[in-house]
């Protein structure tokens, strides 16, 4: 069982930077593939960002350049640095995970993970 809780969320002017956190207990970083995905009122989940256990990683397209996910196994807490952030970047973050590993055309699909956290709200103005 993994618990996943996020943190860093907040307001910030277009351009600017922030560091979302997601803490993991109950399993560590081996054998688990994790992602972070935003959603806004009346829209699908969508995939923002995957990393698997071996470290590599894939980007929506929207996001590609811009954001950046990390994880750091001593902490158990996976990471996404978002720079040039722009209004349509608001949404709630979440980040998920699953054991396994993922593919190019499935890390994007919410029913590909199992374990969820909170969420964490972005808003950035213009």
């Known amino acids: 069982v993994v618990q996943l809780v996020e943190s860093g969320g907040g307001s910030v002017q277009a351009g600017g930077s922030l560091r979302l956190s997601c803490a993991a207990s109950?399993?560590?970083?081996?054998?688990?593939?994790m992602g972070w995905f935003r959603q806004t009122p009346g829209k699908e989940r969508e995939g923002v960002a995957v990393?698997?256990?071996?470290?590599?990683?894939r980007y929506a397209g929207s996001v590609e350049g811009r954001f950046t996910i990390s994880q750091d196994s001593a902490k158990n807490t996976l990471y996404l640095q978002m720079n040039s952030l722009k209004p349509e970047d608001t949404a709630m973050y979440y980040c998920?995970?699953?054991?396994?590993?993922?593919?190019?055309?499935?890390?994007?699909?919410?029913?590909?993970?199992?374990?969820w956290g909170q969420g964490t709200q972005v808003t950035v103005s213009s």
């Open positions: 998920a995970a699953q054991y396994g590993r993922t593919s190019w055309w499935s890390w994007q699909l919410p029913n590909k993970y199992k374990y």
């Open positions: 109950g399993n560590t970083f081996s054998n688990v593939y």
């Open positions: 990393i698997e256990a071996d470290g590599s990683t």
